[in-house]
T-cell receptor, first 108, second 111 residues
Framework: LAKTTQPISMDSYEGQEVNITCSHN???????ITWYQQFPSQGPRFIIQ???TKVTNEVASLFIPADRKSSTLSLPRVSLSDTAVYYC?????????FGPGTRLSVLP | DGGITQSPKYLFRKEGQNVTLSCEQN?????MYWYRQDPGQGLRLIYY???????QKGDIAEGYSVSREKKESFPLTVTSAQKNPTAFYLC??????????FGEGSWLTVV
């Protein structure tokens, strides 16, 4: 059974680096790993996507070990506006397997 | 601008009524999806469609119906058979199968 797990919640302070890890068993060879950010009453927004090793864009980095059974989203120097729920997901055939989401609270 | 448009943003349903949520995309994506999100919870798949005139049930399809008569449109009807429909509904689409794009969501409340 495909399953994705994430920590339920995390707290951080402004200016700190935050790392959120997702475990995804049964990920298939061709599946990509994607992370989304969701604010209340809004649709999830794409943050970053990767297949293996490390990917970096203007807002985050994504680390994927060689076995690809987990991934870590890294948010450098978070601000109050980064308070949101973060979801990891990967594809499963024609659909997407979402993690339960991690609620990140950034404190001043 | 390209994107996914959901309407209305807020909808109220009386007991026993059917209501329809609209989802339109101009991204030329083949696949479209409907998810339900209860407050403080994750996303659950209701229905999805990979191609026009074809759709498949997701994990929680009971009490819902969909149609896919046009590539850009995938409306969701919440029927009276859905006993607990109050939730946030999200429409999404994809072309590559690796990246999914979401609309801004619609709130449905039973009154």
């Amino acid at each position: 059974l495909a399953k994705t797990t994430q920590p339920i919640s995390m707290d951080s302070y402004e200016g700190q680096e935050v790392n959120i890890t997702c475990s995804h068993n049964n990920i298939a060879t061709n599946d990509y790993i994607t992370w989304y950010q969701q604010f209340p009453s809004q649709g999830p927004r794409f943050i970053i996507q990767g297949y293996k090793t490390k990917v970096t864009n203007e807002v985050a980095s994504l680390f994927i070990p060689a076995d690809r059974k987990s991934s870590t989203l890294s948010l450098p120097r978070v601000s109050l506006s980064d308070t949101a729920v973060y979801y990891c997901l990967y594809t499963r055939g024609q659909n997407f397997v979402f993690g339960p989401g991690t609620r990140l609270s950034v404190l001043p | 601008d390209g994107g996914i448009t959901q309407s209305p943003k807020y909808l109220f349903r009386k007991e026993g009524q059917n209501v329809t949520l609209s989802c339109e995309q101009n991204l030329n994506h083949d696949a479209m999806y409907w998810y339900r999100q209860d407050p403080g919870q994750g996303l659950r798949l209701i229905y999805y469609s990979q191609i026009v005139n074809d759709f498949q049930k997701g994990d929680i399809a009971e009490g819902y119906s969909v149609s896919r008569e046009k590539k850009e449109s995938f409306p969701l009807t919440v029927t009276s058979a859905q006993k607990n429909p109050t939730a946030f509904y999200l429409c999404a689409s994809t072309s590559s199968g690796n990246t999914i794009y979401f609309g801004e969501g619609s709130w449905l409340t039973v009154v």
